[in-house]
């Protein structure tokens, strides 16, 4: 019984040292096959894309994902250059791959992927001069795709993103918003809520003391509208004359910057704006405290 949802990831972190101005984003991403992942995240960044090791070009066709893919881009977003590192892995409930590795298995350890990162990171934080810079490999971000059954969660669902949450900064969105009508779409986004709500899942953005009025009440602002109702495209389509990424549907043609059609403006500037240095210190100074702590303190017993 392959399970109907799935999960993505991005991820948001700074070099090693704290005078460097040059954050870099790491996306994290996975997920059941076919729900639009790598569209998604080709879609997000394309636009603000400066330079690209990998595939992340508007014009290659995309492969579907059988193996984890790390792709190394630059992204300027508000006059800044960004570097973003982004996990393309398959989802679970995939098939199993030549090797035999079982993504099934995997992805319901995601968590673990993450720890490995932070091991890694760890390691070199111990053994490295204070001076020397580190890498900064950890993952800010992890994208969760939500099939739009307009159903809610599977069980599945709730046991990884329980998992995931509490190792790294997790935001749902509903995959390929397009299947969902605008009120199947707001009903489907409450009842996801509410089961969020009822198994005690936390996600990011979280309140802390050293947040103003107005920090406060953007991040309650988010909470209303999560998991962002996106659709992504890496087609360009023809609208009032102007070429913008878009879908032609049976009904309509959709333009997925167009905040009437879908939540991807809010989801991208909520990534690349208005969240991206909440992410990264987040996740240095919640999840990978937390991570950290564990482990030193397991070393010493
Ligand atoms: P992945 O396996 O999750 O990485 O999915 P892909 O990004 O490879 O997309 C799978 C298929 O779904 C492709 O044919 C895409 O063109 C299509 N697709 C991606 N995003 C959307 C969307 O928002 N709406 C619709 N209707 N189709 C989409
Ligand atoms: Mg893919």
Known sequence: DRTQAAKAGIQIQRHGSCIDHDPCAVPFDSGQTGLGKSTMVNTLFASHLVDSRGRLDVDDP????????????????????????????????????NDGYQYADYSIHADLQIKDQYSGYLRKELTAQRDRHIADTRVHCCLF?????????????????????????????????????????ELFKERIRAELQQHAIKL?????????????????????????????????VVIDGKPVRGRKTRWA????????????????????RTHLQDLIETTSLMHYEAFRAKQLTALKE
Not at 157 to 167: A, N, P
Not at 208 to 235: C, H, W, Y
């Open 145 to 185: 795709f939500i099939n739009p059954t307009g159903h809610g969660l599977k069980p599945l669902d709730i046991t990884v993103l329980r998992k995931l949450s509490e190792v790294v900064n997790v935001v749902p969105v509903i995959a390929k918003a397009d299947s969902l009508t605008l009120e199947e779409r």
């Open 62 to 97: 995309i492969p579907q994902t059988t193996a984890i893919e790390e792709t190394q881009h630059s992204i300027v977003e508000n006059g800044v250059r960004l570097k973003l590192n982004i996990i393309d892995t398959p989802g679970y409930g995939d098939q199993i791959n």
């Open 253 to 272: 043609t959709i333009n997925v910057e167009d905040e009437r059609h879908c939540e991807f403006v809010y989801l991208r500037n909520f990534l690349t």
């Open 204 to 236: 990011f953005p979280f309140d802390t003391e050293e947040l103003d009025a107005e920090e406060i009440q953007l991040n309650e602002r988010i909470r209303t509208m999560i998991p962002f109702a996106v659709i992504g495209s890496e087609k360009t």
